[in-house]
């Protein structure tokens, strides 16, 4: 008996303090993330297990008391969002996991999404016919970077652009007799117009004003489309903005919904958590994200920049893949194993 309880309470210790160390690696190094979505292909693609780096804020400490590896609190109470280390700062272009702004309740229990941060604290992001300019400037896309294109022709001549895409099946978003919509890079849209003269390939227009209410921010009359954006600054934190009624239409919910401030109006004035205010000082830096399939992503155009209180951190490297959609001999994307991601 003596022997069995000494077993057992061996096995309860080693049990304890493997998960002591699982929690504080995950907590402070590394943590993984699964990909669900087909937003940032053809970079990351649904079923990626990537390994998600805390370094380059520092670690965010956990806004809520409960058990670890589930989703079991506690308590209700959550404490203040804070980190660990040095401070750092993202980098433009970097592939960052946050947890989804828009979600309600604690930050650290939001779903998890990725995104690449193109616009940093302090730049001014404007879209123009699908082009990104950052402080006015042209940022030259990545050659991976994809949209929609329409595709017209025979049926013959586009089996031979899908024989040309290896993955065309993962590309194709609708097909209506001989006209397909399918993702293709800015490079391969060039490419494959050279090599199939036959067809017509255009890229497809997102046109200014036909999405009343589904960009941020939802400014009445807004003309903003996915591909025709802005131009809109990107807080960062320390920045005096006036609070006139521009400002607060393009603000105001980051300031309310992220930083924890009443805003009311009495007349012409301004109140800000009850006390009479012209301007405002921002708490926190802000980001803005895009997914890599530009015209497939839902992201800070719709829902505005994420507050770097809900940045988890930036993904490093792909440790595994599983295609959910292939055969299963085939389910492993084995080409795709420790890549690091770009």
């Not at 370094?55 to 308590?75: H, Q």
């Not at 200014?208 to 589904?214: A, E, H, T």
């Not at 009495?266 to 205010?277: C, L, Q």
């Amino acid at each position: 008996m003596a022997r069995k309880n000494a077993a057992w309470k061996s096995w309860l210790k080693s049990f304890v303090a493997a998960t002591i160390f699982i929690w504080a690696a995950t907590t402070f190094l590394f943590s993984p993330k699964v990909v669900t979505r087909s937003s940032m292909e053809p970079n990351l693609f649904p079923g990626d297990l990537v390994l998600v780096s805390r370094f380059p804020l520092g670690p965010r400490m956990p806004v809520t008391i409960g058990i670890p590896f589930t989703r079991i609190r506690l308590n209700q109470a959550s404490l203040p969002v804070w980190r660990v280390g040095y401070g750092g700062k993202l980098e433009s272009n970097d592939v960052v996991v946050f947890n989804f702004p828009e979600d309600s309740g604690v930050v650290d229990r939001k779903r998890i999404m990725v995104k690449r941060a193109v616009a940093l604290p302090g730049d001014t992001i404007q879209l123009r016919n699908g082009n990104l300019f950052i402080g006015g400037v042209l940022r030259v896309p990545a050659h991976t970077v994809l949209s929609n294109y329409e595709v017209q022709g025979t049926k013959g001549s586009f089996n031979k652009l899908c024989e040309w895409l290896d993955d065309y099946s993962q590309r194709t978003r609708l097909s209506l007799g001989d006209v397909h919509i399918i993702n293709l890079s800015a490079d391969e849209a060039a490419e494959a117009d050279t090599l199939f003269s036959e067809l017509q390939i255009t890229r497809a227009a997102y046109a200014p004003g036909k999405y009343p209410g589904s960009m941020f921010p939802p400014i009445e009359g807004n003309q903003w489309s996915p591909d025709d954006y802005g131009p809109f600054y990107i807080p960062q934190k320390g920045d005096t903005i006036d609070l006139d009624a521009v400002n607060l239409q393009r603000y105001e919910r980051l300031i309310t919904q992220y930083e924890s401030c009443v805003i009311s109006n009495v007349g012409d004035s301004i109140f800000v958590n009850g006390r009479y205010a012209e301007r405002y000082v921002f708490k926190e830096d802000y980001y803005f994200v895009m997914g890599d399939n530009r015209h497939n992503s839902i992201d800070s155009r719709h829902w505005g920049p994420v507050p770097e209180s809900h940045i988890i951190g930036r993904a490093s490297r792909t440790l595994f893949s599983f295609d959910p959609q292939a055969p299963w001999y085939a389910k492993i994307r084995w080409s795709r194993l420790f890549r690091k991601v770009a």
